[in-house]
């Protein structure tokens, strides 16, 4: 059982490219979400969605992008990076619901340059 | 608006002392409260949890925390810490706004070194 996995681990960028960062799960969860993690900042949320097709802003969200079209996948993407996303960004998802647990992935460091 | 606020960033201590991360919440409805872990180059994952009922909750990896809602806080402790627990620890707070949407609030983070 997998969980979540996301791609790529580790990625170095230089500013003004694009990517995107998968996040893929298999626990049939309906709620998925996207966060960064710096030093000293704890996790902040950027996106996150309730269901298949549906998206939303958290509390970081500029100079990103999400797409949830299959509800195991939650894509995250940069249009054109900047120093300042340099992160390790993790993704999550859930069930429905305030008191579930989420399921963390092992996180993408993203260096930008 | 909900908060969280660990009062510590790092907490040293020695193999087989007792140990108490901090943290405080603040917000104006019902709250469910988390404790997540984080050992090197991992994701996160659930310590405990407190829904409601008793004020005391156990964890994995023998940790513990108490809920205390006049004070807004939600501590947790280990009797005796082992070098394994070496991590940096979340508290978190769960959105109960109407719109339901099962986010997390996270505090800062405090790094626990056990020292052998």
């Known amino acids: 059982n997998a969980g979540v996995t996301q791609t790529p681990k580790f990625r170095v960028l230089k500013t003004g490219q694009s990517m995107t960062l998968l996040c893929a799960q298999d626990m049939n969860h309906e709620y998925m979400y996207w966060y960064r993690q710096d030093p000293g900042m704890g996790l902040r949320l950027i996106h996150y969605?309730?269901?298949?097709?549906?998206?939303a802003k958290g509390e970081v969200p500029d100079g990103y992008n999400v797409s949830r079209l299959k509800k195991q996948n939650f894509l995250l993407g940069l249009e054109s990076a900047a120093p300042s996303q340099t992160s390790v960004y993790f993704c999550a998802s859930k069930n429905r619901g305030p008191s579930t647990e989420a399921f963390f992935g092992q996180g993408t460091r993203l260096t930008v340059v | 608006a909900q908060s969280v606020t660990q009062l510590d960033s790092q907490v040293p201590v020695f193999e087989e002392a007792p140990v108490e991360l901090r943290c405080n919440y603040s917000?104006?409805?019902?709250?469910?409260l988390f404790w997540y872990v984080q050992y090197p180059n991992q994701g996160l994952q659930l310590l405990l949890k407190y829904l409601s009922g008793s004020t005391l909750v156990k964890g994995i990896n023998g940790f513990e925390a108490e809920f205390n809602k006049s004070q807004t806080s939600f501590h947790l402790r280990k009797p005796s810490v082992h070098i394994s627990d070496t991590a940096e620890y979340f508290c978190?707070?769960?959105?109960?706004?109407?719109?339901?949407?099962?986010?997390?609030?996270f505090g800062q983070g405090t790094t626990l070194q056990v020292k052998p």
């Open positions: 917000s104006s409805v019902s709250v469910y």
């Open positions: 969605s309730v269901g298949e097709g549906t998206t």
């Open positions: 978190a707070v769960s959105d109960l706004g109407s719109s339901n949407t099962g986010k997390l609030i």
